[in-house]
């Protein structure tokens, strides 16, 4: 089964930046739509960036100006460039296909924003 393989969390000080990355070993993300998706406790996961095959690029309002999604197709990876993190950006994040397949979310990376 297909999985994607999140990876780059952490725990970082409101203000602060991160890198997340997603890789597969069967999935080409240069012809893929791609997105990355965060859960929250107690919240329903939710998109927060999202990329065609083109490059054409798509925010939730509340990351707009601050994350960042894109792609490397050289070694196949999507990229989520996070900077001026919230403590409300809290959550697990995981990449998918955009939209979304039921069956292909992998673990996800947890991204803790505190002081």
């Known amino acids: 089964q297909v999985q994607f393989v999140e990876s780059g969390g952490g725990l970082v000080q409101p203000g602060g930046s991160l890198r997340l990355s997603c890789a597969s070993s069967a999935i080409i993300f240069s012809l893929s739509r791609m997105g990355w998706y965060r859960q929250a406790p107690g919240k329903q996961r939710e998109l927060v960036a999202g990329i065609t095959h083109y490059d054409t690029t798509n925010y939730a309002d509340s990351v707009k100006g601050r994350f960042t999604i894109s792609k490397d197709n050289a070694n196949n990876i999507v990229y989520l460039q996070m900077n001026s993190l919230k403590p409300e950006d809290t959550a697990v994040y995981y990449c998918?296909?955009?939209?979304?397949?039921?069956?292909?979310w992998g673990q996800g990376t947890q991204v803790t924003v505190s002081s």
């Open positions: 998918n296909f955009w939209p979304y397949s039921d069956g292909y």
